[in-house]
């Protein structure tokens, strides 16, 4: 299944995110051990740019993996993320039209 992750962050959490910005991606790169994989993902601003959360586009099994995956994710982990909502997708969801996941597959 395809799953819409939205994570938005405390405030002033700049410093924070760069700390953990490496982990963060290498969670991303291996799918949080496997749970999931990460189709596309960015971070989210405000109006005026600043850094407010990310997101991401899962594929996995079923919503508590993609609970688990943003649950394990660096940026959770250290408190950053304030809230997670998780939002499935349609079967007509249009996945082969992102070319290159973020997470490498093995």
Not at 43 to 67: H, P, V, Y
Not at 74 to 88: K, Q
């Amino acid at each position: 299944m395809f799953v819409l992750m939205v994570c938005l962050h405390h405030p002033d959490q700049d410093a924070a995110r760069d700390t953990h910005r490496p982990a963060h991606r290498d969670w991303v790169r291996s799918g949080g051990d496997d749970l999931a994989v990460v189709m596309i993902g960015s971070a989210l601003l405000d109006e005026a740019g600043r850094a407010i959360g990310n997101f991401g586009i899962l594929e996995t099994a079923n919503l508590d993996q993609a609970r688990a995956f943003a649950e394990g994710d660096p940026f959770h982990r250290a408190g950053i993320v304030a809230s997670i909502a998780l939002t499935p997708l349609p079967d007509t969801f249009q996945a082969h039209r992102i070319s290159e996941p973020m997470t490498v597959r093995g």
